[in-house]
């Protein structure tokens, strides 16, 4: 294909200072059952092109279904003339260099194709996930949900860049509700993602979850409320993924900082003059940008500009050193950045995202780290969130709780949330667990942009405590 | 770009659905639905174009019912019929092949044969020569970010029984918001069919009017109860979220809706609120992906009593339910609340000494059974003492729960609604919008 469309890219008559065309071609499958049934059935077969042109200093696109040759040159032209219509009012003046030229490949680790298993396979798969969650009369709703995406990637530019990258990836989800008079307690598995093959969607562990998450939902009918007050808080990687995800990702975003999410995502509470500065956590804060992780959710060989990524620390022992933002932001920013500029697919051009962001794993381990509270709380599972447009405020609530007295988990918890500022909060970060606490999650599902577009991330942490945390129950 | 997707409006559409009909065999019946767009975006930071972009895209969505079984698959249309028709027939047999392999569809959503409709609504878009200076030269003494959007959509339901519906709007917006050297905002919207020069310069010189505002200092409220106006555009906000696990039919007898207490009767919410689905400003086709078409007007709570939720074939079916043509989500389409009495004028006067908000950022269910929700205050927002803006706030979390701000703490309805246009564009771009009065509550909780 890389071939091909280099071909074609050699063959478009234009007056740019450079040219790009980006090939998407993504296959997304969707299977739901709900109460041992099935729920629905759906596959999207995506396949576009945008074209990138650099004139008078200013990069415009343009995107098109239309595979033929004749729609190609439509879509140069008509970003051509876009690119004139704006280069007067452009907020930075780029050239040619901004685009690096790069060639090279990148393939998940895949086993089994994602094609291995048919639609009802994986349907059965899922229906009898749904059978397992059911261990009383009190499970009164049931549901399992698998995502399978493959892409194919293909960037060619007029310098000389010709790279193929395939992802393939799965996500799962398992999600039960038990009820007991007005008590209604939900309890999931979290959406665990990964690339990969077909064999993440694996049986044994469905099922095992299954039963799991049924067996804790009937516990959390008759679990206390959640106390209110300041508390020891450990949280397990299901919800440090998400605190991680909203008040560090987001807020290290270049263009956030520069003030171009503004008006939809929202600003940072970073300022460009922080970098190299800002003590943004304890010392145990470690932060990598690393897209080299195999079969975490986001990772790839180059980002959509044809920067290639590489392991970088975006905090050490707890400073801020690097941002978030590929070539555009860092030349607009004088800030060092990652290779993270991507687009959710070919009809949007690409902005700073995450990728995979995560925290390195310290030296205690889980029962250490238990033992050492006199009296806290133990959170798993993220149910909701929310934090201001500036990424300061948060609040998060989970699934499920234990208490913690004196150095052991004791009484379950229901409706556990807790509450605080990004930089107070990491700032207490007192433990960070091992590498056998140490868990890949993710997203398929990140919203940003304007227009709005919403991307893959993949988030590796341990578990952490954090001390004298804001902790609430839900109920009125 | 034009003539590729124009191409595909109505009789194109209509050409190629009736020949894949045709293939169908005796036992198999089949729902279209189409979603097309050609949009010009662009995104501007500092007064400046951040980046610009036109997108040319259209989606083919094939539901083929066989055997009790059901599929659906959905692919890019490339505007050239010969080719999309052989595409269109080789998912046809992938959808037969899936068919084979799936278990049965307990809840099967028929096509049913019925009316057909076609709604075209014409617009003037701005000419995109001009368009960088038109929008940003008035702007030029202000620090502004927003997103210009503009373009032709297009969406079409047809079946194997017959029904062919279709709808096409060219509109565009401009949602931007306007900043201070201290980072306060203020946030407008310039939204329509016929776009006017001077009509974009009252609403970019209101803005920044309003922005002088915030040149006070800004105040630092305390967390505890206050008194609010929630403008029209934070009341929207509020909205939004019930198509979120909170007006669905299906979600409410799944046990998985806010809304399961007020279903039940054991809650209720002010007899000052009354909800509606309303169709009849044409901003968003009433026909659903099932080809099903919504009354005009489908009343939703009444009165502060739920009246139905929104309700889908499928759910209907499954909890023996009416139906009242809800999408497969079962999510707000055109939403409307019922003005009160409040008038505009007064409502400083009104408020007194409390919090005047105009945006709200981020909501989500903090405690889903109780219908409880937090998030945060955004842009213009105001601490007000005996009827007058004394100072801009710092952004305060909440976290309140509908059975109180939307029951007994409800103390008024402004008279007008606003309309708040949509301008999600997730894969693509989202029609219509949320109409809303403001609204006045006492004792909202406000928590960090």
Known sequence: MAKNLAQRLNNLHHKADWL?????????????????????????????????????????????????????????????????????????????????????????????????????EIMEMLVDATQKMKVSDKIVNRMAQALLIDQNITLVSSAGSEIHQHISSVASYLSTTAQEGTEIQTRTTGLSCHQGGIELLNRERLEREAERIGKEALELLNAEPCPTGAYDLVLAPDQLYMQLHESIGHPLELDRILGDERNYAGWSFVQLSDFGQLQYGSSLLNVVFDPTVGGEYASYGFDDTGLAATHQYLIKDGVLLRGIGGIDSQKRSGVPGVASTRASSWNRPPIDRMANINIEPGDTSFDKMIAGIERGIYMTTNSSWSIDDYRRKFQFGCEYAKLIEKGKLTKTLRNPNYRGVTSTFWKNLKMVGDSSTFEIWGSPYCGKGEPNQAIRVGHAVPVCLFENIDVFGGAL | MKNDKRQYQKQDLKALSTLLFQELKADEQMTLSYSGEETLFVRVSQAKVKQVSEVSQGYLTMSLISHHRRTEIAFSLKGEREEDLKYALHMLQKCRQNCETLPEDPYLVLPEAGASSEEDFKGKLPDVEKLAETLLKPAHSVDLAGLFASGLLMRASMNSKGQFHWFSTENFYFDYSLYTSAQKAIKAIYAGNVWKDEAYLANLNQAKNQLALFERTSRKILPGKYRVYFAPAAVAEFVKILSWSGISGGAIMQDRS???KLYEGQAHLSPLLSVDEDFTQGLVPRFNEFGDVSALRIPLITNGKLTSPLINRRTAQEYGLQSNAANGGESLRSPLIHPGSLQEDHILQNLGTGLYVSNLHYLNWSDLQQGRITGMTRYGCFWVEKGEIVSPIDDMRFDETIYHFWGEALEALSERTELIPDVCSYGERTLGGVSVPGMMVNDFSFTL
């Open chain 1, 20 to 120: 790009g065309i980006r090939e998407v071609k993504e296959t997304t499958q969707t299977s739901i059952a709900r109460n041992g049934k099935f729920e629905n059935n759906s596959t999207t077969f995506d396949h576009g092109l945008m074209i990138e042109v650099l004139v008078d200093g200013q990069f415009a696109y343009c995107a098109t279904d239309n595979m033929s040759d004749q729609a190609l040159q439509v879509a140069c032209d008509r970003a051509t003339q876009l690119a004139k219509h704006m280069a007067s009012w452009k907020v930075f003046p780029f050239n040619a260099h901004h685009r690096p030229t790069a060639s090279g490949r990148y393939h998940s680790p895949v086993q089994h194709s994602l094609d291995k298993a048919s639609a009802g």
């Open chain 2, 258 to 260: 806010a809304f399961k």
